[in-house]
């Protein structure tokens, strides 16, 4: 089984090399997909030496300008050889060697995709207000969709790839979490959670993600539940690639 990680990357500088290092330590058979999104600070030198470092494994994609990790995502989309996708952010919040509990479920046919939830097992929380947020937002996928999930907000999301190619998602910001897992559950899919460690960074550390996507995320999820067709939250800010 070869695994296709996209990274979607903006303004990482201090960061993506380590991560990359830690992908790359993992012993599976895999492409490492980095799409800088339009990153500032040098971001994209790292890439390309990551990129000589590991030549034909690490494969760099570019945004001339920041669209936000939805649009990041699909811009990998064409590029993905491998039979499974795993989305990894660019920080260091979360631990590639997790990346066999996310594998495992696989193994069997029928699933399809694999969440990795930080709250299956004890770790650090985050901030109370994106604790608790993330827990909202899990609670209300269960509430709508009728299944029981959680961590809907989680990073690790893995997915067969011919399903990951087929969701055609229409958000370019973080709204793509919800949106992917809302078209997941639309058609009956089962989301497989695992556990999973998870060291949160703080704002000061340049985490992203503000309380303002928690509200587009609510909105996304009521949207595909009960509007047939519709085209989600599309437009909304798109501020980083990764969370």
């Known amino acids: 089984m070869k695994v296709s990680v996209l990274i979607p990357v903006y303004n990482e500088v ?12 993992v012993d599976v058979d ?7 999104d339009g990153s500032t600070d040098g971001t994209w030198k790292v890439v390309q030496t990551l990129a000589a470092r590991w030549p034909g494994v690490v494969k760099p994609l570019r945004h001339e300008r920041n669209r936000g990790k939805g649009a990041a995502l699909r811009t990998a989309v ?22 066999p509990r996310l594998l495992a479920p696989f193994a069997s046919p029928e699933v399809q995709v694999v969440y990795g939830s930080r709250n299956l097992q004890r770790n650090p929380r985050s901030s109370w207000v ?5 827990r909202l937002l899990s609670w209300l996928v269960s509430l709508l969709y009728g299944t029981r999930i959680t961590d809907e907000a989680t990073g ?5 790839a011919d399903l990951f190619r087929s969701l055609q ?11 992917v897992t809302a078209k997941i559950l639309r058609r009956g899919i089962r989301i497989v959670e695992v556990p999973i460690s998870y060291r949160p960074r ?3 550390e340049g985490k992203k993600i503000h309380w303002r996507d928690g509200i587009v995320a609510i ?12 085209r989600g939250a599309k437009g909304q800010r798109s501020r980083g690639a990764g969370e």
């Open 30 to 36: 895999k492409e490492v997909l980095i799409i800088d």
């Open 78 to 99: 064409p590029h993905i050889t491998g039979d499974v996708v795993i989305t990894q952010d660019a920080d260091l919040e979360y631990d590639p060697a997790d990346y």
């Open 169 to 179: 998602w229409e958000a370019d910001g973080f709204e793509f979490c919800p949106e």
């Open 219 to 230: 909105w996304t999820l009521v949207r595909y539940r009960f509007l047939s067709g519709s």
């Open 202 to 204: 703080t704002r000061e």
């Open 130 to 134: 994106f604790y608790w947020g993330g």
């Open 14 to 25: 201090s960061t993506l090399a380590q991560v990359v290092e830690r992908v790359m330590a």
């Open 156 to 160: 690790y999301k893995a997915f067969r």
